[in-house]
Each structure stands twice: as C-alpha cells, then as structure tokens.
C-alpha cells in the first residue's frame, strides 16, 4: 500500500481537486491510504476565529460560505456537507459574542472542522469516480497522542492502533480518506499535531502500515533548491537522503513539516514529494542514500529559518569549568525551549531559539550564571547536501560570497553533521543571502543525474 497525502493547495483548488481525486484513483491497485489537510486558507480562518475576540460571526460565515462555494464547484451536493455544517454552527456559536480567546481543546476542536471538511469532500469526490471511499477522523483512526493541545505528540501505541484501524484487507474494505493534523487523547478530545502537520499524518501512517512511498502531493515539483518565494528560479532536487530533508524541513522549507522524516526514516520508507499540477514531473525521492553510487557531494538545497532569537550568556567562571554548559541546558530544557545553534567561545555560550515565548522566565535564571545578551530578529541559513561540510573550501567560498556583499554572520556551526552548514545572519539580510548563495553556489544550473554522480550542465 502507498499514502497519498494532499495539501491544503492541492484539495482547496477545484481544478486540483479534480486531478487529486483522478491521481488516487489511477492508483487504487496500489490500496492508497489519502490524507488531506485543510482547504487551502481554512486553517487561517480558523486560527483567526480562535485569536480575535470581535468579528467571529463573519468568520464563522466566511468558513461555511467556503466549502459551499468549493462543494458547488466541484459538483459535490450540499447535502453531503450539511450535517458538518450543522456541527460547525452548533461549535461556533457559544464563541460567536464571547470576550474570551478561544485556547487548548477549545481550539484544537475548532481548528479540527478544516480537514474534518476537506476528508468528507475528498472521499465524496472518489465516490463519484466509483471508488468506494469513507472520511476518517485521525483520531478515530487510532491516531492517539498526549494532551500537549496545538502541538500533539503521538503516543508509542499509536502505531499499533492505526495499523490495526487502517491496514484494510486489500481490495476489500473501503478507501480511508484520514484528516491530516489532527490525532485525539486517550480520553477522547480532539487535538492538533503543530501548523503543516498534515505532512506529519501521512509519515506516522506510512510507518504504521508499513507502506512502500509515503507521497506528499504539493504545489511544488519536489523539495527545491530553495524556498521558490525566496528565489523563483529554484529548481527541482531529484534525490535526497532523509539526513538532508530533515534538515531542510528542520530549517525552514516549509514543503516539509519538521517532524515529517522522523518515522518515515525509522522504517526506511521513500517519500516522493510531488505536483498535484504537474503530476507528471518527476519530483523528489527522498531515502536513507541520497544518489546510488554517488560518492561525490554537493549542495542541494539551502533552507532559512526567520524570527530567531540568539542568546549569549557571558560568564568569566565559565573558564575551565566543568558542569557549566550543563547547567546552562539544565534551564532552557526545564522552561521547554527548544535550542537551534550552539557555538561558544572560553568565556561565552551563544545558541539560537526560534520560540521566544518562554525565554523572558528562563533569562531570569540565567541571569543568576552570567551577563546575559539577547538578540532578536535574526535568520538562520541552512546550506544543505551530504558530504557538503566537510569539504575544503565550501566555507570559505559561502563566507567571502556573503562578505563581498556586506553581509553579517553573527554565529556559525559548522561539522555537527555531515550534511549541513549553518550560519545566523540578521533577518533583514536573510534572503539576500539565500538569493546570493543559491547562485554563487551554482544552484541555478540545471543539473544532469549520471550513473557516477552529478554534474552541473544541459
Ligand atoms: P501544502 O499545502 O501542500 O502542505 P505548504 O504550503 O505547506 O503546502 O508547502 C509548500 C510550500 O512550501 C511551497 O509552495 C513553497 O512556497 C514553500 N517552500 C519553502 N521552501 C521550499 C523548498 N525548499 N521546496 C519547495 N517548497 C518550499
Ligand atoms: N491545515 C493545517 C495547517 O494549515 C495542517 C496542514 O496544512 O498540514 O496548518
Ligand atoms: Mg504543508
């Protein structure tokens, strides 16, 4: 069995839908399990409904009008929808004149009724293609995770559970079209796996069912050479390893939710990132070897993470002492920070946090082991490909591109893995920076895939 696994632009776009549906059933000798995130956009509206205390009855309106207008469309009746619609009023309207933000399961439920919609349009969609297809709440699904609402984790029995609800005798039982990015509680309440974590979804049900290709139907031909809103002329990369998607993912290639690789490396699973536009383009396969007898290295892709925030602590008794980096983790491990780059000097540690939030409570005690220098508004670039590193003269060339230009590097980690070098620059500089490296780096030539390797040219 595969996972065919649509994003919010591949379901949320009538002309896409109609290719989406048609993929899934040109592939039903293959036993696919779909996934679908929200209609593209929904999830916003949702979130916003959640935030903002005023304007809720419009937005309750504008979530409805949508799938209306999208069922219409695409020739769905609205009496398949009616009944979640009815739902959706009956959750919306004790927020509808409320002064309170609406937060934790209250939210989680809310944001739930995106790809509760999307999985009833989806497996209707099928329907009138001749498949026999059913919409599946994750969570009913086995999907069960701990209570951690907006950003779930799955539980170790989860596995087990989706495999026993979803491993359907071949051919028999029918189509699962499961919602994305959302899994449930023990005790029963519905929660959200993080933003983007539809990706997530199909990987976790991928490693449960033991599929043979977990495919992420986006709206780009593959993970590209760079953010395509950053530099549009980033080209698609054949072939990478799970160790670079990850830290693509991880550094701010949105394509791929971070987390998405976790389980699908864990079972050795490809995962094909693919265009529900262009379904015939190749795409990218992502597997634990990069490119088959493929020795060589290079840079495939370069990733930006914004809105870092550095933290330097200065201390003179740092010097020579053993435990103080411990001590320093022990604190931004207890206050929950999650730490990016870490470089340190004698006398000073500098890491970077990309979650801000907590980091007022934590610098209170910080402040009791050193001088403490917080910097805000500052990028994290990502230079990606296995191998790429350790190469002499990558740095060099990376660093005097950006000095030629005038632009800062305020951290660097470099050697802590094979497959990345990253460095912080000011948020202002971000992309110019990737812009500059994409092309001093020869990202922009089109490259041929050879049976010994990879070579720039026609
Ligand atoms: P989906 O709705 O299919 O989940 P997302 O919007 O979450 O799609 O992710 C796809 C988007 O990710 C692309 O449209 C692109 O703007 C962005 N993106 C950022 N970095 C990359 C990259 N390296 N390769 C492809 N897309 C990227
Ligand atoms: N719909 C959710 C979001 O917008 C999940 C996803 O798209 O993957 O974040
Ligand atoms: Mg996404």
Redesign the pocket.
Same mark, same amino acid.
């Given at each position: 069995m595969i996972v065919m696994k649509f +994003?919010?632009t591949s379901v949320g776009i009538p002309e896409h839908f109609g290719v989406a549906t048609r993929l899934v059933a040109a592939r039903a000798a293959r036993h696919p399990v779909v996934v679908v995130?929200?209609l593209a956009g929904?999830?916003?509206l949702l979130v916003e409904f959640c935030r903002s205390t005023v304007g809720r009855p419009e937005l309750a309106q504008q979530v409805e009008a949508r799938h209306l207008e999208f069922a219409r469309h695409v020739g769905i009746p609205q009496s398949t929808i009616e009944p979640l619609l009815r739902a959706w009023q009956l959750e919306a309207a004790p927020w509808l004149d409320s002064p309170k933000v609406v937060a934790g399961a209250d939210r989680d439920r809310v944001?739930s009724f +995106?790809?509760r919609f999307s999985a009833e349009l989806f497996a209707t969609g099928l329907h009138s293609l001749g498949l026999d297809a059913v919409p599946v709440v994750a969570g009913d699904a086995g999907l069960v995770t701990d209570e951690r609402f907006g950003a779930a984790q799955p539980l170790p029995e989860s596995a087990g559970l989706l495999a026993h609800h979803l491993g359907r005798p071949p051919a028999r039982a029918p189509l699962p079209v499961v919602t994305?990015?959302l899994g449930r509680t023990a005790d029963g309440r519905v929660t959200t796996l993080g933003?983007?974590?539809?990706?997530y979804s199909a990987a976790l049900i991928g490693a449960a069912l033991g599929a043979q290709e977990i495919q992420i139907w986006t709206d780009t031909s593959g993970l590209l050479s760079a953010d395509p809103r950053i530099v549009p002329e980033a080209r698609p990369v054949a072939r990478l390893s799970f160790a670079e998607a990850s830290e693509l993912a991880y550094f701010g290639a949105r394509v791929l939710?971070p987390k998405t690789l976790i389980p699908a490396m864990e079972r050795a699973i490809p995962v094909r990132v693919l265009n529900t536009a262009r379904p015939d383009d190749p795409g990218s396969l992502i597997t634990s070897a990069a490119e088959p007898a493929d020795s060589s290295w290079r840079v495939k892709s370069i990733a930006c993470k914004k809105d870092v925030t550095a933290v330097t602590i200065v201390s003179t008794r740092m010097l020579l002492a053993h435990g103080f980096l411990a001590r320093v983790f022990e604190v931004f491990g207890r206050h929950h920070i999650v730490v990016d780059l870490v470089t340190t000097s004698e006398v000073s540690i500098s890491v970077t946090v990309d979650d801000p939030s907590r980091l007022e409570s934590a610098i209170a005690e910080l402040e009791g082991i050193g001088r403490i220098e917080v910097k805000q508004a500052l990028a994290v670039v990502a230079v990606v490909g296995e191998g790429a590193p350790s190469h002499v003269g990558l740095a060099g060339h990376v660093f005097t591109l950006l000095g030629g230009v005038g632009i800062g590097v305020e951290m660097i980690s470099q050697g802590a893995s094979r497959v990345n070098l990253s460095f912080v620059v000011r948020g202002e500089d971000a992309n110019r920076a990737v812009r500059l490296l994409h092309r001093g780096l020869g990202l922009d030539v089109e490259r041929v895939e050879t049976a010994t390797g990879t070579s720039a040219g026609a």
């Open positions: +994003g919010g995130s929200a929904i999830t916003n944001l +995106g790809e994305g990015f933003r983007g974590g539809s990706d939710h």
